[in-house]
């Protein structure tokens, strides 16, 4: 289409009558010199029409020197990835302040002295010493209160040996109490020992004994026999006292003397009903008495086993339990005097690599005064606050940002796990020392394991995509590399912006000596090699966004002036595009279209969208801090 408006009237000729009249009319010389000034202007006048009326001519559109062409050529068109970044190193480490805050502040402690910045360091050299008087007089009051935990661990450690014998000792007291009440039983009922348990059980149960042995049956039969033997004196007695009577009316014997006999046989009477009484008493309550008291002991020492049994495993509970509490108070004190002797160890920070020292600079301090987080001597640090770094110069990347346009089309190393931590934790598990189990499973250990192994955690399945590095620092080198990473998500500097940037990893595969972290890199990322030439154009010629779908349109250039063209693109890189279709091979195509279309189209830079640099799809440069306008162009479909 032809932008140039449609205009062939020609400006008319200046009127000739005023000269004429000038002619005719003589008039003074200082009327003459006025006309001058009036001539000037008519003069400028005509030549602001001139310029204006070849602006607006089609001719002269063809032919303005403003316009900037380009030839639509068949090429080789290799699609890759130009962006800018800087330099650090593949294996950082961070060192980064372990010592706890006091209950008084959020510091941790003071900086007395530290390594200058950029130092070169070796493996193991001291790089930072912290303040460590406050955690020093921690480590005396504790020692006494561990020492004292102990000595309370100790005491109930004995004591729990003591209330077990002295448990041993009780249980023993009550069996052989139960076993002597058994035997006084056995012995009053006379069982024998093979019989005792049948018998005593009989007993106990109400059946009657029918032949006791013991104790009972000698009281009876000795008061039996006793009375058996006063009835036969009783017996001798009455055939005296008979005898004496007879005697008496006979006279051979006196009355005095009769009475006697009488006395003796009234007195083995008294000794036979006492005897009866006692065999009666014996028989009916004694026995029944003592039976009754011997198996209430027997009972007694049966629930006293008991008793002794349940209160020895009461002591021993609460005596294993003040022990135990004892012994966790102990740990727990010795625990914390490990862990300020952990501290007093931090606070001196050594290498932990061969490398250069780097400190650590908090993004606060870029943008105010304050010096909060700094790292120099006398400031204050956290804990957790990341102090400097050490990078390993052997092995260097470029860090930098790749549009969203573009990030999909970057493939970064397929790393995989090895599984070696898995399979070392999980060898653990069956360990039969249970120390070395729980030592195993401890955040520390496990730390160190990743640390001594972490070359080996993850292999590459397969290699990321080629690239080139050229350092600014070294021009006139170029340094094989590949894309070791593509962020998963968009940089967070970017969330307030429309156009997002994700961070990309390019290791230098070559170890280069002098390479510094935060030199200045361009990374060109090889995403496609060309196989055969394509038609391509400038890709500052394309305008439109992404409203106009898979076509934008372009200026070409004709006889009559630029003319809009729709066209179909393809494949592109940080210069030039494809055209699948709309355009022939040497045709020219205006690479400026903002010139007669205005500065708000939608159009894009050399390089904005793929390269990273100049003027970006919003309207910026890359790192001016400022947000974007908002009239994005979006980049050309694949």
């Known amino acids: 289409m032809n932008l140039t408006p449609p205009h062939t009237n020609s400006l008319p000729s200046p009127s000739p009558r005023p000269e004429a009249e000038s002619r005719s009319v003589p008039k003074s010389p200082r009327k003459q010199r006025s006309k001058w000034p009036l001539i000037l202007a008519g003069t400028l006048g005509l030549i602001g ?36 970044g800087q330099l650090e190193s593949t294996d950082n480490r961070d060192l980064i302040c372990k010592v706890k805050a006091g209950s008084k502040g959020t510091f941790a402690s003071t900086i007395k002295w530290v390594i200058d910045d950029g130092s070169i360091v070796n493996k193991g ?31 109930a450690n004995e004591e729990y040996t003591i209330t077990v014998k002295q448990n041993e ?34 007993l106990l149960g109400g059946v009657g004994v029918l032949a006791e042995k013991g104790e009972y049956r000698s009281q009876l039969d000795d008061v039996s026999g006793r009375l ?30 009769a009475r006697v006999e009488l006395t003796k046989m009234s007195g083995g009477l008294d000794n036979v009903e006492k005897l009866r009484k006692e065999k009666y008493i014996l028989e009916t309550f004694t026995r029944e008495r003592t039976l009754t008291d011997l198996k209430a002991k027997v009972e007694v020492a049966a629930i006293g086993v008991e008793r002794a049994s349940f209160q020895a495993r009461a002591k021993e509970v609460q005596a294993e339990s003040d022990r135990r509490t004892k012994r966790s108070v102990f740990e727990s004190e010795e625990e914390r005097l490990r862990e300020i002797e952990e501290q007093i160890a931090a606070c001196k920070v050594y290498a932990p690599q061969a490398g250069m020292v780097v400190y650590a600079k908090p993004e606060s301090s870029r943008f105010n005064q304050n010096s909060q987080g700094l790292i120099a001597q006398g400031e204050q640090v956290k804990e957790g606050q990341k102090m400097m770094r050490i990078p390993d110069l052997s092995q260097m990347q470029v860090n930098t940002k790749v549009h969203e346009a573009l990030v999909a089309r970057i493939k970064g190393d397929d790393r995989r796990s090895t599984g070696l931590l898995d399979s070392l934790r999980a060898g653990q598990l069956v360990n039969m020392n249970p120390f070395s189990r729980l030592l195993m499973q401890s955040e520390a250990t496990q730390s160190i394991m990743r640390e001594q192994f972490r070359d080996k955690e993850y292999y590459i399945a397969e290699p990321g995509q080629r690239a080139t590095v050229r350092v600014d620092a070294f021009p006139d080198r170029v340094f094989k590399g590949r894309v070791r990473s593509v962020a998963a998500v968009a940089n967070s500097l970017d969330w307030g912006s429309d156009v997002k940037t994700y961070q990309t990893l390019v290791v230098i595969e070559e170890e280069v000596e002098g390479l510094r972290p935060d030199m200045n890199a361009e990374v060109t990322i090889h995403v496609e090699d060309s196989t055969e030439p394509v038609l391509a154009i400038p890709i500052q010629a394309v305008v439109g966004g992404s409203e106009s779908g898979p076509h934008r349109m372009v200026y070409v250039r004709t006889p009559a002036g630029p003319e809009e063209r729709k066209v179909k693109l393809g494949k592109f890189n940080e210069k030039m595009i494809e055209v699948l279709d709309g355009l022939k091979d040497g045709e020219e195509v205006l690479t400026n279209p903002k010139v007669i279309l205005g500065d708000k189209t939608k159009t894009r830079e050399a390089g904005a969208d793929a390269k990273g640099k100049g003027a970006g799809p919003g309207g910026g440069k890359k790192g001016d801090g400022k947000k974007s306008s908002g009239k994005k162009a979006a980049p050309p479909p694949e």
Do not use: H, N
């Open 49 to 84: 029409l001139g310029v204006a009326f070849s602006l607006w001519s089609p001719f002269d559109a063809a032919s303005r020197g403003d316009l900037l062409w380009a030839t639509a050529k068949t090429e080789m068109l290799p699609i890759s990835v130009v962006e800018k």
């Open 125 to 155: 050299q001291l790089l930072l010493e912290l303040d460590d008087s406050a955690l020093q007089e921690q480590y005396k009051t504790q020692s006494i209160a561990v020492d004292k935990a102990r000595a309370e661990w100790i005491s």
């Open 169 to 202: 000792s009780d249980r023993a007291q009550a069996q052989a109490d139960l076993r002597v009440a058994e035997l006084d039983l056995d012995k009053f009922l006379g069982f024998r020992e093979d019989e005792s348990q049948t018998s005593l059980a009989a």
């Open 228 to 257: 058996k033997q006063a009835e036969s004196d009783l017996d001798a007695y009455r055939e005296r006292a008979a005898w004496a009577e007879r005697s008496v009316k006979l006279g051979y014997l006196t009355p005095s003397q």
